[in-house]
């Protein structure tokens, strides 16, 4: 179909009603593509081969579409890929290793809105510069150890709105560039001490509108990067002593819409050499 068009860089087939790709090799014949544009389509599936042959392709948009899941092999052999937009589809889960092996210049993966409840650990394997992870939206509960495992370059974790309960310690461990944590709107209650742990470029935690009712002292200790620290719109009804020590960097502190009534004289005097702290009361 498109084996005449050898200078293209860039074709968009969005906002039409493809329900599929049937024939693989469908792109092939397009040896300068850089960017593919599918979004807001009906397509459900997309069969490992269809986008063969694509050795420039630097961006591939699939948003918008109904996809419910994604085949081992379907991203393979796209060399210079960096951003694959898989956001507002219907992906329920990522169950297989390796789903997006054969990328190995992927730095954006966005897979925000969908309805993913389980990442299979090593799905993201073989990912050596992704740099931006994307999972906002989604219907996540749990989040096994090793599931980020293997991502040296990842800058940015979103897994905001979704429904997770609790982060083991050691789940985000081996994420040495990590600067950007967001965690804001899921059911968390507790966080254990070491969650936060081997995290030594770590900037901004987002874990606003959850349901934590504690912080133990320690909790957020040997993160000396960090500036940012939003715990806004929780259940925590005091504030101990050495809860917010060992944070040399940090420079705005939210606590408001939460219950405290208890402020020990330690904490309000680590508090007090914070530049911008807001603490305020649930109205």
């Known amino acids: 179909m498109f084996s005449n068009l050898k200078r293209l860089t860039e074709l968009s087939l969005s906002n039409n009603q493809i329900t599929r790709i049937r024939q693989p090799g469908t792109f092939s014949g397009l040896p300068n593509l850089e960017t593919l544009n599918l979004s807001n389509n009906k397509i459900t599936n997309i069969t490992p081969g269809t986008l063969k042959n694509l050795p420039k ?8 579409n109904q996809i419910t899941d994604i085949q081992s092999g379907t991203f393979s052999n796209l060399p210079k890929l960096k951003t694959l937009h898989l956001q507002k589809n219907q992906i329920t889960r990522i169950r297989q290793p390796g789903t997006f092996s054969g990328l190995p210049n992927l730095e954006t993966l966005n897979l925000r809105n969908n309805k993913i409840t389980n990442i299979t650990p090593g799905t993201l394997k073989n990912l050596p510069k992704l740099t931006v992870l994307w999972l906002e939206g989604n219907q996540i509960t749990h989040i096994q150890p090793d599931t980020f495992s293997n991502l040296p370059k990842l800058t940015e974790l979103d897994l905001q709105k979704n429904q997770i309960t609790d982060i083991q310690p050691g789940t985000l461990s081996n994420l040495p560039k990590l600067a950007g944590l967001y965690l804001r709107s899921n059911n968390i209650t507790d966080i254990q001490i070491g969650t936060f ?5 770590l900037t901004s935690i987002t874990l606003g509108f959850n349901q934590i009712t504690d ?31 060992n944070l040399p960097n940090l420079q705005k502190l939210k606590l408001t819409s939460n219950q405290i009534s208890v402020l020990s004289q330690s904490a309000y005097d680590t508090l007090a050499s914070i530049s911008t702290v807001a603490i305020g009361c649930r109205r």
């Open 57 to 64: 392709l630097t961006v591939l948009w699939l948003e918008g």
């Open 215 to 245: 912080i133990k002292p320690g909790t957020f200790s040997n993160l000396p990067k960090l500036t940012q620290l939003f715990l806004h719109s929780n259940q925590i009804t005091g504030i101990q002593s050495g809860t917010f020590s």
């Open 197 to 201: 742990s081997n995290l030594p470029k």
